[in-house]
């Protein structure tokens, strides 16, 4: 299965990392921004004004909402347990893991899915996986352009020049975005997309609980890639004794071997997840006009909805 291209034209696909754009509206909307009944909506009407500016200012032919089925996948725990973990809502044993995410904010989720379901834009989740896994592989099959809207830093790993696929990083809102090519990887990181996945597991990521090796910062993490090439011509150096590595960095990076060695499975994303059968065609109209307009009046959404009904229109 591709997309990009219906007959003989070139379209191009946005893909929206979901969860991240709903925090962030979620955080950048006032919560006095409620339904008629009291319950706080800023997060609901602050990703349908994300999705109509930048379905206005970008003109995609495609557009998914990609969904975290699993936001912490137990194939990526096993390998690496505290994965995570810090983000963990009451641990316990024998139950699923929850996210703790802001009470008001947990509601407004489903409310999000069922607007999106009504208006017929795309929602893909994968059970077992992550957003990022989805995004990654509806990257890779795709034949034409791609422009991924995310604040997660991870999906750089997915930037190709050759391909079309480039970052789009929201600084404020959505209406300033930081368009990242490989130009702007490189001027930033010293590497490429694929590159940029070895820079992470060395440097590590707090706010995905991944320790990375003590003492080698994104600084010597760009300079050890400069030098070496990549994750495996690094610990390569690290067993050669004329290697100009320091005594210091072959020690850490020697005592990091286990970690090293599992790290790159749970830092790079899935490109093979099995996706179900979906349309992934921007709508110019509601698929469910009723229930677009019950979904207006319970929760009052109706100027953000009028909003993005009319630039889909356009």
């Known amino acids: 299965m591709g997309w990009g291209i219906i007959g003989g034209v070139t379209r191009r696909l946005m893909l929206l990392d979901t969860a991240s754009l709903y925090f962030r509206a979620y955080f950048g909307v006032p919560d006095s921004v409620r339904a008629p009944d009291g319950t706080p909506v800023n997060a609901v009407r602050g990703l349908l004004d994300f999705i109509g500016r930048l379905v206005q200012d970008h003109r995609p032919d495609e557009l998914v909402a990609c969904m975290d089925a699993d936001w912490r996948p137990a194939w990526r725990v096993e390998l690496i347990p505290s994965y995570k973990a810090h983000r963990v809502a009451s641990p316990h044993e024998g139950v699923p893991d929850e996210e703790e995410i802001p009470d008001t904010l947990a509601p407004q989720v489903p409310i999000i899915e069922a607007v999106l379901d009504a ?20 990257a890779g099959r795709a034949t034409g352009p791609v422009d991924i809207v ?35 990887l490189r001027e930033k990181y010293g590497v490429d997309g694929p590159g940029y996945v070895d820079l992470a597991l060395l440097r590590g990521d707090p706010s995905d609980g991944l320790p990375g090796v003590p003492g080698i910062g994104e600084k010597t993490a760009a300079k050890l890639l400069d030098a070496f090439g990549d994750l495996a011509g690094i610990m390569a150096a690290v067993d050669d004794p004329r290697s100009k590595l320091t005594p210091s960095q072959r020690k850490r990076l020697d005592e990091a071997r286990e970690y090293v060695a599992v790290a790159p499975t749970v830092v790079r994303v899935a490109g093979d997840v099995p996706l179900p059968d979906f349309d992934p065609a921007l709508p110019t109209g509601p698929r469910d006009p009723a229930m677009v307009d019950a979904l207006a009046t319970r929760w009052g959404l109706g100027g953000a909805l009028r909003r993005l009904l009319a630039t889909l229109q356009q």
């Open 119 to 138: 208006l017929g834009i795309a929602r893909v989740g994968v059970a077992g996986y992550e957003a990022d896994d989805v995004i990654g592989t509806l």
């Open 150 to 184: 995310t604040g997660d830093r991870d999906l750089y790993q997915l930037i190709d020049d050759k391909r079309g696929v480039r970052v789009l990083y929201p600084l404020k809102g959505v209406g300033s975005l930081h368009l990242t090519d490989e130009a702007a």
